[in-house]
């Protein structure tokens, strides 16, 4: 199992959200967060203003089964990408297990 962890831009979400949708993906964690790339923020513009420090961002947290990892991080990346610096990363790691705590369902049965 792998942890999937997608930084994008606030208004990627929407696109992203879908794109984990179709390829069949059902559970998801969205958190607000601040962050900044190589640039720093700097030449990243956010509505509009070119901003200096962190930029507002979203992180997309989904832990899926190893045969899975291919096709949501392509679907990821085509909902995310502009080409424009600041489009994001993804971040994967290694998941050792998953409860579900309703059932107490362990490892992939448990995703
Ligand atoms: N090495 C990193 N560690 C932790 N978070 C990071 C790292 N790199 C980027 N991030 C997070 O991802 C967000 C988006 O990064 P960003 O797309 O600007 O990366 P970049 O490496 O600067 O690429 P680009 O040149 O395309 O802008 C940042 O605002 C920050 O929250
Ligand atoms: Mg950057």
Redesign the pocket.
């Known amino acids: 199992m792998k942890k999937i962890e997608a ?1 994008i831009r606030p208004g990627a979400l929407q696109a992203v959200l879908d794109g984990l949708k179709s390829v069949g993906y059902p559970g998801v964690t969205v958190t607000e ?1 601040k ?5 720093k ?1 700097i030449t ?1 513009t956010y509505r509009g203003q070119s901003v200096e420090g962190l ?1 507002p ?1 979203m992180v997309v947290t989904a832990v899926v089964r190893d045969k899975q990892v291919a096709k949501v991080i392509k679907a990821i990346i085509q909902s995310a990408h502009t080409g424009e ?5 993804i971040f994967i790691s290694a998941v050792m297990d998953v409860v579900r705590i309703r059932t107490g369902e362990r490892g992939e049965k448990a995703i």
Do not use: A, R, S
């Not at 962050?35 to 640039?39: C, M, N, R, S």
């Not at 610096?85 to 990363?89: P, V």
């Open positions: 930084i967060v962050g900044h790339g190589k640039q923020g990243e930029l961002k610096i600041g489009d994001g990363k």
